[in-house]
């Protein structure tokens, strides 16, 4: 079962620069920054209601979010949907035909279980399925 939109990705060069923007013009509180080794990436997390913002920055060039700002540059990067059950999302989405990025759950930021949906199966969006 769908829960809501947990989060919008944003890919940024500079997660300073970019906060500054979020907390200085818009207002928004910071509520964390955390490395994701895994991913090659640092994430800031920017509450909106009951939504966030996840900030991107690329610690590495040759990390998912790196590849993408080289190819596409800085922007929105991918929508996020809380989840119920993670593993049967997954399941009912791959008997389905989705061409899955994850074929099984792995840990993202802020400790949640996390998988990816291909964006050729989407529309051309980058979908993660997350579960707390």
């Known amino acids: 079962m769908f829960e809501k939109i947990d989060h919008i990705g944003i ?3 500079d ?3 970019a906060l500054q923007f979020y907390r200085n013009q818009l207002g928004l509180e910071l509520k964390g920054i955390e490395e994701v080794d895994e991913q090659k990436v640092k ?3 920017v509450p909106v209601g009951e939504s966030k ?5 690329p610690t590495d060039s040759t990390g998912p979010v790196g590849k993408f700002i080289a190819k596409k540059g800085t922007g929105f990067h991918h929508i996020s949907f809380r989840v119920s059950d993670l ?4 399941k009912q989405l791959r008997e389905q035909g989705v061409e899955l990025i994850d ?3 792995r840990y993202g930021a802020g400790g949640a279980k996390i998988a990816f949906l ?4 989407t529309g051309g969006v980058l979908i ?3 579960e707390h």
């Open 11 to 13: 890919a940024v060069n």
């Open 15 to 17: 997660l300073e620069l």
């Open 43 to 45: 994430v800031a997390f």
């Open 53 to 57: 913002l996840e900030l991107l920055e």
């Open 87 to 90: 593993e049967d999302k997954l």
């Open 103 to 105: 074929q099984e759950p």
């Open 118 to 121: 291909h964006p050729r199966s």
């Open 128 to 130: 993660e399925l997350c």
